[in-house]
């Protein structure tokens, strides 16, 4: 299951095209993922994570989720299913989920993204740190690949396999 997290204007309105991807088998392996990307969350269970969203979004944006069920795989089922109701949230199809890349390319799109010295969508600024960081392959792809890598950022790149496909 991939499961797109959309960010948010200040006042909640959830931002086309801007967001993140977070893959699991099931609702609580997504929320687990969730819940590993959020900074400071790491001393928190999941079942307090999911509480910290729901009083941030209705304190901060006043958005009324509302979760339901007694064992956390529930409650994680629950909690997607409030995002995306909200339109915070948008259960991508797996087939069409992600853009296929060569794992070179994916390696030096990765070290860009984890440097945290630029914004992904600031696509000339990642070919030039791909080739600072020694990713020739990556910046190469990026600059004649504009389309895909757009399409990437906002959908998740896929490693393909040796043989060209995901």
């Known amino acids: 299951m991939k499961v797109l997290i959309r960010n948010t204007a200040?006042?909640?309105?959830?931002?086309?095209?801007?967001?993140?991807?977070?893959?699991?088998?099931?609702?609580?392996?997504?929320?687990?993922?969730?819940?590993?990307?959020?900074?400071?969350?790491?001393?928190?269970?999941?079942?307090?994570?999911?509480?910290?969203?729901?009083?941030?979004?209705?304190?901060l944006a006043g958005i009324e989720l509302v979760?339901?069920?007694?064992?956390?795989?529930?409650?994680?089922?629950?909690?997607?299913?409030?995002?995306?109701?909200?339109?915070l949230a948008v259960i991508l199809d797996e087939k069409t989920a992600g853009v296929g890349v060569p794992a070179v390319v994916w390696q030096g799109i990765d070290a860009v993204r984890l440097s945290g010295l630029t914004n992904m969508l600031d696509r000339p600024a990642v070919v030039r740190i791909a080739w600072e960081l020694g990713f020739p392959e990556a910046a190469r792809w990026i600059e004649t690949h504009t389309k895909e890598y757009a399409e990437g950022v906002f959908r998740g790149f896929i490693v393909e396999a040796q043989g060209g496909k995901p």
């Open 67 to 87: 979760v339901k069920g007694d064992a956390l795989d529930e409650k994680a089922a629950s909690f997607l299913a409030a995002l995306v109701d909200q339109g």
């Open 10 to 59: 200040l006042d909640g309105r959830p931002l086309d095209g801007d967001g993140e991807v977070f893959t699991g088998r099931s609702p609580l392996e997504v929320v687990l993922a969730m819940k590993g990307a959020t900074l400071f969350s790491d001393h928190r269970d999941c079942e307090d994570y999911i509480d910290m969203v729901l009083r941030n979004a209705k304190m």
